[in-house]
T-cell receptor, first 114, second 114 residues
Framework: QKEVEQNSGPLSVPEGAIASLNCTYS??????FFWYRQYSGKSPELIMS????GDKEDGRFTAQLNKASQYVSLLIRDSQPSDSATYLC??????????????FGKGTLLTVNP | IAGITQAPTSQILAAGRRMTLRCTQD?????MYWYRQDLGLGLRLIHY???????GKGEVPDGYSVSRANTDDFPLTLASAVPSQTSVYFC?????????????FGPGTRLTVL
């Protein structure tokens, strides 16, 4: 079983729509969850972090975490063409040794069509 | 503030050659990381360093070595490059080594081993 799973996409949405990106993880001890955005040919950049169950909103972005179901999602409201990128889910696997390190999903390619 | 710099930007290397990828951060972060990113495989951790003077192995350490002589620099060495090491390499840093902080990524080095 892969540790952090995301649909590879591509996910295509029209401009102005809500884009929903999902991620599941296997380690129930995971404590920290991150969404990174990566434009083609560029490096990843953090857009959201979430540590507690529930929703966390930042502008047009909302991260949702459900530890019981072991999933974390990212909603992008009023999607813009500039949101077209690959979105990486990253999970901290918990305490102890190298388990402090992040594990990344393979990413979901989002395309927002004008 | 430059953040994280990596050198070279890209490199074509003959198999069997030794190569060092350079990474420097000016944020005085404690932890530094090296990832490789391959199509279909996502970001995978090669080596990490929680603080100057310490290093640890990540998910795919074979064929790579690192050192952390000071806070700012974290070079990655390929002792004898092989074609399977063709990849994009990202250096990253974070203030905390405990997986709860944002990781900031450098611009990447595109390495081709022939």
């Amino acid at each position: 079983q892969k540790e952090v799973e995301q649909n590879s996409g591509p996910l295509s949405v029209p401009e102005g729509a809500i884009a929903s990106l999902n991620c599941t993880y296997s380690d129930r001890g995971s404590q920290s969850f991150f969404w990174y955005r990566q434009y083609s040919g560029k490096s990843p950049e953090l857009i959201m972090s979430i540590y507690s169950n529930g929703d966390k909103e930042d502008g047009r972005f909302t991260a949702q975490l459900n530890k019981a179901s072991q999933y974390v999602s990212l909603l992008i409201r009023d999607s813009q063409p500039s949101d077209s990128a690959t979105y990486l889910c990253a999970v901290n696997r918990g305490s102890g040794g190298s388990n402090y390190k992040l594990t990344f999903g393979k990413g979901t390619l989002l395309t927002v069509n004008p | 503030i430059a953040g994280i710099t990596q050198a070279p930007t890209s490199q074509i290397l003959a198999a069997g050659r030794r190569m060092t990828l350079r990474c420097t951060q000016d944020m005085r972060h404690n932890a530094m990381y090296w990832y490789r990113q391959d199509l279909g495989l996502g970001l995978r951790l090669i080596h990490y360093s929680n603080t100057a003077g310490t290093t640890g192995k990540g998910e795919v350490p074979d064929g790579y070595s690192v050192s952390r002589a000071n806070t700012d620099d974290f070079p990655l060495t390929l002792a004898s490059a092989v074609p399977s090491q063709t990849s994009v390499y990202f250096c990253a840093s974070s203030d905390s080594p405990f997986g709860t902080d944002t990781q900031y990524f450098g611009p990447g080095t595109r390495l081709t081993v022939l």
